[in-house]
């Protein structure tokens, strides 16, 4: 362990990935070009104590991308440069966070997409809720309605619910857009565990 929120020195010639925006702006008015060394504004505080206050870029494995689709539209694979510091971070969805990156193949999302990052992911319980949430506020409505089918059930649906529920209005929080809970595809989604919740 190197500090509380970080586990040890990241393997750099591993495959990385990171979700991006490319239809709109990031609230700084970021952009992230594309094969040309990025340098995080903030460095890596190996000493933070919550996962904000990190520094760095985070990136994450193949299989846990799904986890963070609502962090972008665009996936972008992630070539770390010789000089950059890298750490794995304690994360159960495989963080890890860089102070320099390198973007590269970016490829855009859409349900189909999605469809496949869900295929292949290896989640726990929670993450595929949050996940499952953040598919139907991306409008990758098909997927999301997959994860329900697959992943809930009668013996966890509170939980669902109570995930669904409070990633909902974090996003709200973070302003990403107009009322969450208004969105139709959100409603789709909510109507889904509602009626689950009602068959008990």
């Known amino acids: 362990m190197i500090g509380k929120l970080f586990e040890c ?15 709109k702006e990031y609230r700084d008015g970021k952009r992230f070009p594309i094969d040309k060394v990025v340098v995080a504004d903030k460095a890596i505080d190996l000493n933070a104590t919550e996962s904000m206050k990190m520094g760095g870029f985070c990136v994450s494995t193949y299989n846990y991308v799904f986890r963070w689709l609502i962090r972008g539209d665009t996936l972008c694979e992630v070539k ?3 000089d950059s510091k890298f750490f794995k971070t304690v994360s159960d969805n495989d963080v890890y966070v860089c102070e320099k990156m390198i973007l590269t193949n970016p490829q855009k999302i859409d349900d189909n997409f999605a469809m496949k990052l869900y295929k ?5 319980e929670i993450s595929y809720f949050r996940a499952m949430t953040a598919c139907a506020i991306c409008g990758y409505i098909n997927t999301a309605l997959k ?25 709200e929080e973070e302003h990403y857009g107009k009322n969450t809970f208004e969105m139709e595809n959100v409603k789709i989604l909510y109507n889904k565990l509602k009626e689950l919740k009602n068959r008990e």
Do not use: H, M, W
């Not at 992943?151 to 990633?167: L, Q, R, T």
């Open 120 to 124: 292949i992911s290896t989640l726990n």
């Open 9 to 23: 020195e990241a393997d750099k010639n591993k495959k990385y990935y990171r979700l991006i925006q490319t239809t």
């Open 147 to 171: 994860v329900y089918e697959d992943k809930v059930n009668p013996s966890n649906i509170d939980v669902a619910i109570s995930e669904f529920e409070g990633f909902c209005k974090r996003r």
């Open 80 to 82: 770390i440069p010789a």
